[in-house]
Antibody
Framework: QEQLQESGPGLVKPPETLSLICLVS??????????WGWVRQPPGKGLEWIGS???????YYNPSLKSRVTISEDTSKNHFSLNLTSVTAADTAVYYC??????????????WGQGTTVTVSS | QSVLTQPPSASGTPGQRVTISCSGS????????VSWYQQFPGTAPKLLIH???QRPSGVPDRFAGSKSGTSASLAISGLQSEDEADYYC????????????FGAGTKVTVL
């Protein structure tokens, strides 16, 4: 049973860097069938894709966040990470990590972490 | 402003059929598959439909997805009270760089 678990500070001061880790169990992040992604949801708002990383380490980012975002992976620890620099209150959200199946027969984000709330405040 | 356009709300009485639309363009829905996600308050989204019209194991067959051209739809037949949730469509968009886009979400209310 694949599971994803986000971890990281719940409070970040502006304009510091938000750093989260997604630990993957029951699967290998080196699998060619999947991308591994981050999605966030500000309070009372919809889902926003932040970015994803492929098995080869290729990254894809939301253009609106691209200048501040880095997604990386550590295959030895089977986890992937999110770094978001120069945070402001607008980055306050629940942050989810998710497995993104990219090969037939399933195309979609099929496994999600439970989410972690990050508040940006001084 | 989401790239994929959904109505903000939809409603129906128990047993009714509710349809949610998702309108996109040739660079997203028109050339890539659509997935749908169900989200209850305070919980993580759940994959409801993948690959335009496929249900993951465990999803009731009351939920059906379809796609035509640059639009997609999610239909809920035999609406039940436990279907009251937020629903999001999503797709890859390859207009410039490859990005993944969500619709703004539709709140389904069971009257």
């Amino acid at each position: 049973q694949e599971q994803l678990q986000e971890s990281g500070p719940g409070l970040v001061k502006p304009p510091e860097t938000l750093s989260l880790i997604c630990l993957v169990s029951g699967d290998s992040i080196s699998s060619s069938s999947y991308f591994w992604g981050w999605v966030r949801q500000p309070p009372g708002k919809g889902l926003e894709w932040i970015g994803s990383i492929s098995d080869t380490g290729t990254t894809y980012y939301n253009p609106s966040l691209k200048s501040r975002v880095t997604i990386s992976e550590d295959t030895s620890k089977n986890h992937f990470s999110l770094n978001l620099t120069s945070v402001t209150a607008a980055d306050t959200a629940v942050y989810y990590c998710a497995r993104h199946s990219v090969v037939a027969p399933l195309y979609g984000m099929d496994v999600w972490g439970q989410g972690t709330t990050v508040t940006v405040s001084s | 402003q989401s790239v994929l356009t959904q109505p903000p709300s939809a409603s129906g009485t128990p047993g009714q059929r509710v349809t949610i639309s998702c309108s996109g363009s040739s660079s997203n829905i028109g050339s890539n598959t659509v997935s749908w996600y169900q989200q209850f308050p305070g919980t993580a989204p759940k994959l409801l439909i993948h690959s335009n019209n496929q249900r993951p194991s465990g999803v009731p067959d009351r939920f059906a997805g379809s796609k035509s051209g640059t639009s997609a739809s999610l239909a809920i037949s035999g609406l039940q009270s436990e279907d009251e949730a937020d629903y999001y469509c999503a797709a890859w968009d390859d207009s410039l760089n490859l990005v993944f886009v969500f619709g703004a979400g539709t709140k389904v209310t069971v009257l």
